[in-house]
């Protein structure tokens, strides 16, 4: 084994035990962030509703303050898909279900299809599943002019971080997509929270005034899915990041350089649930999001294999298209052109 390797899986696994004790649950922190997302989630949704008559421009900056609440919503529901969360598997499950009633993901097929990502992630073979496509520098040169353009379109700002994220959150997620035999038997439980979803939306248009209702409610949910589809860009798009082929991807690589550190100011962390300390995350997903930042303190020599990026540093981010192999990292899509006209790109 390579001595820098070497050196790093023991550094992981000496790091894993340090970690260990936070994998703990405890239900009280639970409970209160359950207290503190929910609780303020439905308050500023009844405001919304009222304030509407009065002021929609109003209405639609507190429609974006309660999107950032469904983020955090949604870091419950996350962490109960990781089994952790609360002790109880019962109660973690009806916490989960609950969650995805609001944030609109269903719960045990997106669990699921998330599980595949933790278990994958940077693994070029299955790439498609629970991740953003990205094709290699070599994939791309082998393309022709019209799915060349297909792509380029998939991977523009528009698409990539607005019109992607809606489809996500409203037809994608509705849909069982996975084709692996592991996933077939959770296609019931994803038609039944399709029905059930479809008839707790009905229900509340009968209620409620249906165009407001579908309107401020839509404004959350894309907003929502805005802000979600961003982080997890920013956690897994780098330049300097971990992407394989599976004869050659390794699990701790691919979970500490594969994921990023995204330091933000303390309000965003809480909203987000530290989720922004990805690299941990995915190192060990049974620990709850509520430990993760005393995690960060624990093992602080994390940061060495990790990239760390800041709000600003995150933007440059977005011009990423291609994962180039030779040098392992992502490139725009000007140096592959430029590349290209040198003779650089082997297809």
């Given amino acids: 084994m390579n001595p820098e390797v070497k050196e790093f899986t023991g550094k992981v696994k000496e790091a894993l035990k340090t970690l260990k004790p936070y994998q703990k649950t405890d239900n009280l922190k639970a409970f209160i962030q359950i207290l503190n997302s929910i609780g303020p989630f439905f308050a500023v949704w009844i405001a919304i509703y009222f304030l509407w008559d009065y002021s929609v421009l109003a209405a639609c900056l507190l429609a974006l303050l309660n999107a950032l609440f469904l983020v955090r919503i949604f870091i419950i529901q996350h962490d109960c898909g ?12 009806i916490i989960g279900y609950s969650c995805s009633m609001l944030s609109s993901v269903p719960y045990s097929y997106w669990a699921k299809s998330h599980h595949f990502h933790h278990m994958n992630n940077g693994m070029l073979e299955v ?30 700002p528009l698409v990539m971080f607005i019109l992607g994220p809606i489809y996500y959150i409203f037809i994608h997620n509705r849909l069982p997509l996975v084709n692996l035999e592991e996933f077939k038997k959770a296609k019931p439980g994803l038609y039944l929270n399709n029905i059930i979803y479809a008839a ?23 907003s929502f899915a805005i802000i979600a ?7 897994h798009q780098h330049e300097h990041g971990y992407k394989h082929w599976r004869n050659k991807w390794e699990f701790m690589y691919a979970a500490i350089k594969g994921s990023t550190y995204y330091k933000l100011p303390a309000i965003f962390n809480w909203f987000t649930g530290n989720i922004a300390i990805h690299h941990i995350h995915h190192l060990n997903p049974a620990i709850p999001n509520y430990n993760l930042k005393k995690c ?28 180039d192999e030779n040098t392992e990292r992502m490139i725009t899509f000007r140096e592959y052109y430029r590349m290209e006209r040198l003779g650089m790109v082997n297809g």
């Fill in 200 to 222: 707790v939306f009905i229900a509340l248009c009968f209620i409620l005034d249906w165009k407001r209702f579908i309107t401020m409610h839509l404004i959350i949910l894309s």
């Fill in 296 to 323: 960060v303190d624990a093992v602080p020599w994390f940061h060495k294999y990790t990239t760390e990026l800041n709000f600003i540093q995150s933007l440059k981010l977005a011009t990423h298209k291609l994962w």
């Fill in 229 to 235: 589809i961003w982080f997890f860009y920013v956690q």
């Fill in 127 to 156: 790439r498609d599943i629970g991740d953003i496509n990205t094709l290699t520098v070599a994939e791309y040169s082998k393309l022709g002019k019209f799915e060349r353009f297909k792509y380029r379109l998939y991977r523009t």
């Fill in 82 to 93: 990781h089994n952790t969360f609360v002790e109880s598997s019962r109660w973690r499950k």
